[in-house]
């Protein structure tokens, strides 16, 4: 079963603003990832966090991590059109599997 | 780098017909590759992971009968859904991983779009 749930399903913003979402998940972790699907098309890894590495940034993307509430954020800055996808976060309990959240939405409006 | 390539990206099919998707890392040895199911605006579901060389390992649910998996070389991996039904009409996804360990990305492929009439 999919262990991630991720918050908001879907976010509607303007081009410019800030999109954040959210990846809540129940078991212990090794790492944390953070993927992005256009439609119709494959999952393009964005950013990997560790299981002790508290915030991660790239470009204009900025992941946090924390292990004691089981979430994970992601943040994209000044968003714009073609950001618009679904961002999916996936974990790795274990060794080598991953287990993918259930996505987030994400349309930005030009 | 690390590219990894699938095909066909779409399949329109008779109910009953064998269909093969393959899914190739071009720049790198894959050992492990695996292969997800995905429904309209849903997530992945994992559907068995490839192994090179050996048994694919299945997940709960999922047919080793229906879905079958060879992996016969470090960059290739195939699956082949035997005696298509409607109800398999889905999108198949394939990834590969980098030395196999989960503190690594996966790279994926871009999907194949199977309808089956």
């Known amino acids: 079963s999919q262990q991630g749930e991720e918050d908001p399903q879907a976010l509607s913003i303007q081009e410019g603003e800030n999109a954040t979402m959210n990846c809540s998940y129940k078991t212990s972790i090794n790492n944390l990832q953070w993927y992005r699907q256009n439609s119709g098309r494959g999952l393009v890894h964005l950013i990997l966090i560790r299981s002790n590495e508290r915030e991660k940034h790239s470009g204009r993307l900025r992941v946090t991590l924390d292990t004691s509430k089981k979430s994970s954020s992601l943040l994209i800055t000044a968003s714009r059109a073609a950001d618009t996808a679904s961002y999916f976060c996936?974990?790795?309990?274990?060794?080598?599997?991953?287990?993918f959240g259930t996505g987030t939405r994400l349309k930005v409006l030009a | 780098g690390a590219v990894v390539s699938q095909h066909p990206s779409r399949v329109i099919c008779k109910s009953g017909t064998s269909v093969k998707i393959e899914c190739r890392s071009l720049?790198?040895?894959?050992?492990?590759m695996f292969w997800y199911r995905q429904f309209p605006k849903k997530s992945l579901m994992l559907m068995a992971t490839s192994n090179e060389g050996s048994k694919a390992t299945y997940e709960q649910g999922v047919e080793k009968d229906k879905f079958l998996i060879n992996h016969a070389s470090l960059t290739l991996s195939t699956l082949t859904v035997t005696s298509a039904h409607p109800e398999d009409s889905s999108f198949y996804i394939c990834?590969?991983?980098?030395?196999?360990?989960?503190?690594?990305?996966?790279?994926f492929g871009d999907g194949t779009r199977l309808s089956i009439l």
């Open positions: 996936a974990t790795v309990p274990g060794t080598y599997k991953y287990i």
């Open positions: 990834s590969a991983q980098l030395g196999g360990q989960g503190n690594q990305p996966q790279h």
């Open positions: 720049d790198f040895q894959a050992t492990t």
